[in-house]
């Protein structure tokens, strides 16, 4: 059975608004973490992010996860972790361009110390370092 001109013509058209909609409409969803550094003189994290977007002033929020023991450990106290996700709230932006932005994290409210802070941004990227 063969399809008609008609047919073939719209499944051609269709294939290429599908491919000028990806074209058009890419966004930035690729935050990847640089460098990572824990400054003792500031107290605080220095989180090199790579990101992409129309813009070089994208925000970045803070989420701090709870603390928790980790088990395992057979001498001195048990070890701790905490989850720290640094979030782009410009995540829809238009992927015209990559920027690098370092963002400063106090560790003054970090519920627990010493402590292996969990770093995430999206999509699913992560780094981990301690913190004494």
């Given at each position: 059975?063969?399809?008609?001109?008609?047919?073939?013509n719209r499944i051609?058209?269709?294939?290429?608004l599908?491919?000028?909609t990806?074209?058009t409409?890419?966004?930035?969803?690729?935050?990847?973490?640089?460098?990572?550094?824990?400054?003792?003189?500031?107290?605080?994290?220095?989180?090199?992010?790579h990101?992409?977007?129309?813009?070089?002033?994208h925000?970045?929020?803070?989420?701090w996860?709870?603390?928790?023991?980790?088990?395992?450990?057979?001498?001195?106290?048990?070890?701790?972790?905490?989850a720290?996700?640094?979030l782009?709230?410009?995540?829809?932006?238009?992927?015209?361009r990559?920027?690098?932005?370092?963002?400063?994290?106090?560790?003054?409210?970090?519920?627990?110390?010493?402590?292996?802070?969990?770093?995430?941004?999206?999509?699913?990227?992560?780094?981990?370092?301690?913190?004494?």
């Amino acid at each position: 059975m063969y399809a008609s001109a008609w047919q073939r013509n719209r499944i051609s058209l269709l294939a290429i608004l599908l491919a000028l909609t990806i074209a058009t409409t890419t966004v930035a969803k690729a935050d990847t973490f640089g460098p990572v550094h824990y400054d003792p003189k500031n107290n605080q994290l220095l989180v090199t992010i790579h990101y992409r977007g129309t813009n070089p002033n994208h925000h970045f929020s803070i989420q701090w996860g709870r603390c928790r023991k980790l088990h395992g450990q057979l001498h001195g106290p048990a070890p701790r972790a905490i989850a720290l996700g640094i979030l782009d709230e410009q995540g829809n932006d238009a992927a015209k361009r990559r920027y690098t932005k370092l963002i400063k994290v106090p560790l003054a409210g970090m519920p627990c110390r010493p402590a292996t802070v969990n770093l995430w941004t999206s999509p699913n990227q992560t780094r981990s370092i301690t913190i004494p």
